[in-house]
């Protein structure tokens, strides 16, 4: 079964350090998606990325973080400046794409995460 | 920003029986909803899914009910086995844009053999 795929799966840092994760999605889904968890809170909803642009972007998404699809494989979240509070689990996802009107859910394939510790 | 809520922390149920996870919103909006399971160090599954035009989803053990009136929804798996011990997610959607999923807190449901 197609899968999506993150690395690295645990990085520790520093404070003030830059951050990059990655994600490979679904070959043939066209929207992508970057959450995360901090320890013991709900699953937030940072990005999504349709057509090699942002398509929605939360509070939390901030001038500290961008998103990337370099080569057509990987989508990246980058985060500039690490702080403390970035300490958490992030999701990658991936769907086909909502399929207009009311003829199913826009389900979500995720990542197994990639777990930021900022020290 | 609390739109979904799942108000129990943790559920425990014994295999065999019947384990219900609820699950309300606030936002009529939503277009779909759709529940997602989520082992340790593992990513959130998904499970089962409802547009908000139905009242009732089944698929093998697992049955989604909507009521729109109360904003609620629920989560049946019967029969409740141990592989079924998780975190289960409910989680919602609007029919606009790139469909982000909006997710409650989550329950952690343990099986007991």
């Known amino acids: 079964e197609p899968e999506v795929t993150q690395t690295p799966s645990h990085q520790v840092t520093q404070m003030g350090q830059e951050v990059i994760l990655r994600c490979v999605p679904i070959?043939?889904?066209?929207?992508f998606y970057w959450y995360r968890q901090i320890l013991g809170q709900k699953v937030e909803f940072l990005v999504s990325f349709y057509n090699n642009e942002i398509s929605e972007k939360s509070e939390i998404f901030d001038d500290q973080f961008s998103v990337e699809r370099p080569d057509g494989s990987n989508f990246t979240l980058k985060i500039r400046s690490t702080k403390l509070e970035d300490s958490a689990m992030y999701f990658c996802?991936?769907?086909?794409?909502?399929?207009?009107?009311?003829?199913?859910?826009?389900?979500?394939?995720f990542g197994a995460g990639s777990r930021l510790t900022v020290l | 920003d609390q739109q979904v809520k799942q108000n129990s922390p943790s559920l425990s149920v014994q295999e065999g029986r019947i384990s219900i996870l609820n699950c309300d919103y606030t936002?009529?909006?939503?277009?779909?909803f759709l529940w997602y399971k989520k082992y340790p160090a593992e990513g959130p599954t998904f499970l089962i899914s409802i547009s908000s035009i139905k009242d009732k989803n089944e698929d093998g053990r697992f049955t989604v009910f909507l009521n729109k009136s109360a904003k609620h929804l629920s989560l049946h798996i019967v029969p409740s086995q141990p592989g079924d011990s998780a975190v289960y997610f409910c989680a919602a959607s609007f029919g606009q844009g790139a469909q982000k999923l909006v997710f409650g807190q989550g329950t952690r449901l343990t099986i007991n053999p």
């Open positions: 936002n009529s909006m939503f277009d779909y």
């Open positions: 070959s043939n889904h066209l929207y």
């Open positions: 996802a991936s769907s086909v794409g909502p399929t207009g009107g009311r003829s199913g859910a826009n389900v979500l394939t």
